[in-house]
């Protein structure tokens, strides 16, 4: 990814959060887009490989029920609580892991306001091949 990705950039300014110890944007099966992981909190190895694992599964059930209303997920591995921040009209999710004692209403508002600025940088992306 480029370095003047504003996608990689909302990213990037997600993981300045104390809480947020690894983002991305994910779909079933692969990661489309992600930060250094060297900037990830290293809390986080020894839940990594479960996680990428766990991610494949999730995404067959966001798969399933997004087209009924399923908009964010979480689920608990260890001492961490995994959120899934469905972007609307793709098979794409904003995906963060954060402890699971962490402050999730503060987090919950960042990662919305996060999906809202990704959906808008989408559409606008979008526009753009439509009117060249």
Not at 44 to 73: C, H, P, Q, R
Request: glycine share 2%.
């Amino acid at each position: 990814m480029n370095s003047d990705d504003p996608l990689l950039k909302i990213l990037e300014d997600l993981l300045k959060l104390d809480d947020i110890y690894a983002c991305m944007i994910a779909r079933r099966n692969m990661v489309s887009v992600m930060p250094d992981t060297n900037l990830f909190n290293q809390k986080i190895m020894d839940v990594w490989d479960i996680v990428s694992v766990a991610m494949k599964n999730v995404f067959g059930i966001i798969e399933e029920y997004t087209s009924v209303g399923l908009d964010v997920m979480e689920f608990r591995l260890k001492n961490h609580s995994v959120l899934f921040f469905v972007i609307p009209e793709t098979d794409n999710a904003l995906v963060a892991i954060i402890p699971s004692l962490a402050n999730k209403g503060l987090i919950e508002v960042e990662m919305e306001n996060a999906r809202r600025e990704i959906v808008e940088i989408l559409n606008r992306e979008e526009e753009e091949l439509v009117q060249a």
